[in-house]
């Protein structure tokens, strides 16, 4: 397994550490952002492999900000995982076509999660 | 004189005065003939009388009274005929045969109007017979005879109509229904009298009746035939429906206030399922990420409790999931989706999940599914959450060292059976109602000794109805519970 560069997007500071302590402990490098306004300030200045983008936040929600970056010639390449509590009917359809590489319901299953993101990143060719 | 006599009598005599081949084709039409039929002479010359103010059903009577007037050169009767603008008139009629210079015959006839003389003598008809038991009855009772003039309306129905004793008599039975509905009632009334059965008028329809003050009212009408020496009567009865309607109007509201609430109620778990789902992420998420030892090393009380946490946590997103699916089930929200497998590939996949749980307590698990069964067409991500659930009871309410045993045989129409059996504490029969319903987990006895969410079952019948399936329970406290559930071996049609 290789250290790749992640993004992870929360506006609840408890979910915002738990998905990120787990992905350090796992040997990636991690920034956090805790709405869609701070995480495209860091996406301008840090290269990232992946994005683990919440879809409730305040202000521009995770897709919003999924669409925009992936329309973008310099963002486009970056993979993007959804992570929601909405794990409704429809709702992964609505990410996919937001442009959602993944998808990933919470909660999330800590034990999992690590070989998740390596597939994510490994299927995406990054 | 002689010639002045003869032209009032031809041309100012108020009765009709008609000359007729004897074919029954028009020759001479009468001004009398014109202001009752209200035919114009000359839209008549030539015509046949059958086309003209015969109504069909006496098509035949006329045809054979202009024969025997032909035969016999005279004839006297009543009928009924038929005026230009459909309404219906009764005539006395007296008819000859005539013969013109050059020796051809024709008839001679004359017809009076005996419209109102033809009401008071149904209605001293009908008065004597029934005059009193009409007045007993609760309902409007409004009689009419062929040409649709009442002959007899008992005081309820004058009160409903607003009319004053005896002054409905002699209208039409128009009279009483609002304008709009007037012309083709006379249609109906017509077919009425050729085809007379006893009937409910407007069953389903919105249906007014008029007052004299012009006010309208909902009524229910039931008609039935009357036979009498002086022909068909109809009988109708009618009956003020007002307050019927402003209650079921009622209902109907409320049933819409209630169709809202439940929907407020179910977007409002759906809402409450996700609120609920981000604060456990943190739980259920540290509470393992500690327990795997991952941010350092733990002891044995430590890792016991922290282990408590996390089955707390789980359990409580169990519960928040069996609510959610509920209120889709309820929304009918919960969609199907059908693929063919097979059910020991399907049972096999089920116990190995709960094998675990099963071990943990001692309990033998076994599993027979009858060889002749063929695979099944089911939803079966729900048709396994329906044994997961049954199976997860019946290893929790079982004591250590129990038995669960799952049997799987073809029943009847189609369909197959699986009992999930145990031989736990059982259910009392009095219980049983109550097993099926949401948050009713039976206490009595062994309060807090099993936890549970109280859904479970209520969500194991709704995914097992949803798909055309039946779920029913045997029990015998102390001896243990058998649940079967039925299934199609395919979802039927009704059930996409």
Known sequence: MRSARILVVDDNPTNLKLASTLLEIDGHEVHRAGDAEAALLLIASTPLDLILMDIALPGMDGLTLTRQLKADEKTRQIVIVALTAFAMKGDEAKAREAGCDGYITKPIDTRALPRQIDQFLGSSGA | ?496
């Not at chain 2, 029954?24 to 009398?32: A, D, L, M, Q, T």
């Not at chain 2, 009764?90 to 004359?110: C, H, N, P, W």
């Not at chain 2, 009425?192 to 009524?219: C, S």
């Not at chain 2, 145990?422 to 099993?450: M, V």
């Open chain 2, 1 to 496: 004189m002689t010639e002045f006599l003869e032209s009032i009598l031809l041309v100012e005599n108020p009765d009709a005065i008609l000359v007729t081949t004897t074919e029954g084709r028009i020759v001479h039409w009468s001004n009398g003939a014109k202001a009752m039929f209200l035919y114009d002479k000359t839209e008549t010359l030539g015509r046949l009388m059958d086309d003209l103010i015969v109504p069909p059903e006496q098509i035949a009577e006329a045809e054979k009274i202009l024969r025997e007037t032909v035969e016999s050169g005279f004839s006297t009767y009543e009928s009924i005929r038929r005026r230009k603008d459909g309404s219906l008139v009764y005539v006395a009629i007296s008819g000859k045969t005539v013969r013109d210079k050059q020796g051809e015959v024709f008839v001679l006839s004359t017809k009076k109007d005996v419209t109102h003389l033809k009401v008071l003598r149904d209605a001293k008809l009908v008065e004597a017979r029934f005059g009193n038991l009409l007045e007993s009855t609760p309902d409007g009772i409004i009689m009419a005879n062929a040409t649709g003039r009442i002959v007899l309306a008992n005081s309820q129905a004058e009160k409903l109509f607003g009319y004053k004793r005896g002054e409905m008599r002699g209208q039409l039975v128009e009279t009483l229904l609002p304008a709009r509905y007037r012309r083709s009632h006379v249609g109906h009334r017509s077919n009425y009298f050729a085809q007379p059965r006893a009937r409910a008028m407007g069953a389903g329809l919105e249906l007014n009746g008029l007052r004299k003050d012009g006010m309208e009212f909902p009524v229910e009408i039931s008609l039935s035939p009357l036979e009498t020496d002086e022909g068909t009567l109809v009988i109708s009865a009618v009956r003020d429906i007002t307050e019927r309607k402003r209650f079921e109007r009622a209902l109907h509201d409320k049933n819409i206030e209630l169709q809202n609430a439940a929907s407020a109620k179910n977007r409002f778990l759906a809402n409450m399922s996700h609120e609920l789902r981000t604060p456990l992420n943190g739980i259920i998420g540290f509470a393992e990420f500690l327990s795997d030892g991952k941010p350092g090393p733990l002891n044995d009380r430590q890792k016991e409790y922290l282990g408590d946490i996390l089955n707390s946590g789980r359990h409580l997103l169990q519960l928040i999931n069996d609510v959610l699916d509920l209120a889709k089930v309820e929304a009918g929200k919960m969609e199907l989706k059908p693929d063919t497998f097979s059910l020991r590939a399907s049972l096999d996949e089920v116990c190995a999940v709960i094998k675990p749980l099963a071990q943990r307590k001692g309990i033998q698990v076994t599993a027979r599914v009858a060889a002749e069964l063929p695979p099944v067409t089911l939803d079966q991500q729900k048709f396994k959450q329906v044994l997961y659930n049954l199976l997860a009871n019946a290893v929790k309410f079982t004591d250590d060292r129990g038995r669960v045993e799952i049997d799987v045989q073809p029943a009847p129409d189609q369909r197959f059976a699986m009992t999930v059996k145990d031989n736990g504490i059982g259910i009392k029969p009095e219980d049983f109602h109550r097993l099926f319903t949401e948050f009713e987990q039976l206490e009595s006895g062994h309060a807090r000794r099993y936890e549970g969410t109280g859904l479970g079952l209520a969500l194991t019948r709704k995914l097992t109805e949803l798909q055309g399936g039946v779920i029913t329970v045997q029990s015998e406290v102390g001896h243990g519970s058998a649940f079967t559930v039925t299934f199609p071996l395919a979802i039927p049609p009704e059930h996409p």
